[in-house]
């Protein structure tokens, strides 16, 4: 059986979330270190043994390898080292709910590279983290595209979930929306990036399994002054999820607005934007964007 690492700040989400029993009913085997579950109070880590979790041991000829570990991540906890530690044992990913620092190795340097001046201080993820070193795909419909451009983006969700593409968006918009629950579906890995705080109380419960499989990353770049989405920190969270795309595809600009707006930030950064061969783009087009082939 396949094995997933999950640290102390996961456990919490799941726990809080309503998502342990969910995760327990997938083919993987969900280890711990033995000191998060002597020490993990919510929930009890003695209490998620009968459940089925499991717990392995770290030997003391372990410790010189966890010190290296320290040294190059100063800002995790030591429990979520031994976690750290055990998902490199065993050749498998591990789940984290950790934020992210920009001293931390973690920490994408494309943020800083398209961002400038404004990169966000600190990341929050509940995820596998490790999808942030794959090539991510931006997918942007806003709620004024038109019909036929909308019915072409499902279909993009849809080759895009049959070609493996990681995806990349904030999936707010109906449309978009409607693009997550389809690659849910799939086997790909998704990057999903709220524009609000995290937390793991309002995840839907279809979240748990492809969470639990390692293909799910949640990340936002907001902390607690951020418990609703906002136009502002929308445009923010859109910034950010562009600057880690490698491809960046707007459904529809429409001109003068806040997207056309965003789309002219994009290309002036250098981004491959892409967008539908469409009348309804043609300014968009003309801006610079590429049609998609």
Known sequence: MNKLILDTS???????????????????????PDVIIAELIEPPGESLLPLGFRKE?????DIQD?????????????????????ARRNSCPIITGDAAGRSDAAYPVALETFLGKRPPESLFALGNLDILHQKTFALFCSVKCQGNLILKTYDLARELRDTGTVVISGFHSPMEKECLSLLLRGKQPIIWCPARRLTAERLPKAYGGPLAKGRLLILSPFGEGSRRA????????NEFVAALADKVFVSHAAPGGKTEVFCRKVLSWGKPLLTFDSLENAPLLAAGARPLS
């Open 66 to 86: 966890i010190i290296e570990l320290r040294n190059r991540y100063p800002k995790p906890s030591t429990n979520d080292l031994f976690a750290l530690f055990l």
């Open 10 to 32: 996961v456990c919490i989400d799941l726990y809080r979330g309503g998502l342990l029993e969910t995760v327990l009913k997938l083919p993987y085997a969900l280890i711990l």
């Open 57 to 61: 041991s770290l030997a003391g000829d």
């Open 230 to 237: 906002t136009s502002d920190t929308a445009r923010i969270r």
